[in-house]
């Protein structure tokens, strides 16, 4: 079993920044790939970003270029970086454990979920 749980959100102007976290417990963390992905209100959930248990990293095209995934094993924590935020960045944000690290888009190759922070960007 996983436990995982976000904090950091808030509300913050357009072009500000915030940084969302992860804290993990109930599996080794450093061997499991993990992702963010976020829902606005009346729409489906999508992948944002990306890790593996190796470092390796991805992003939707969306965000790339503003949003910095990273992970500090040593504190079971994965992290979110988001700059430059935008009005359209405005959703719940949940991390989850891809324990096979495959598929990273794909909301269902996702095992475990935390209950999700809210990030909302005024403009």
């Known amino acids: 079993q996983v436990q995982l749980v976000e904090s950091g959100g808030g509300l913050v102007q357009a072009g500000g920044s915030l940084r969302l976290s992860c804290a993990a417990s109930?599996?080794?963390?450093?061997?499991?790939?993990m992702g963010w992905f976020r829902q606005a209100p009346g729409k489906e959930r999508e992948f944002v970003t990306y890790?593996?248990?190796?470092?390796?990293?991805r992003y939707a095209d969306s965000v790339k270029g503003r949003f910095t995934i990273s992970r500090d094993n040593a504190k079971n924590t994965m992290y979110l970086q988001m700059n430059s935020l935008k009005p359209e960045d405005t959703a719940v944000y949940y991390c989850?454990?891809?324990?096979?690290?495959?598929?990273?888009?794909?909301?269902?190759?996702?095992?475990?979920w935390g209950q999700g922070t809210q990030v909302t960007v005024s403009s």
């Open positions: 989850a454990v891809n324990i096979d690290g495959n598929r990273y888009e794909d909301i269902s190759a996702y095992d475990y």
């Open positions: 890790i593996s248990w190796n470092g390796i990293r």
């Open positions: 109930g599996r080794t963390f450093s061997i499991s790939s």
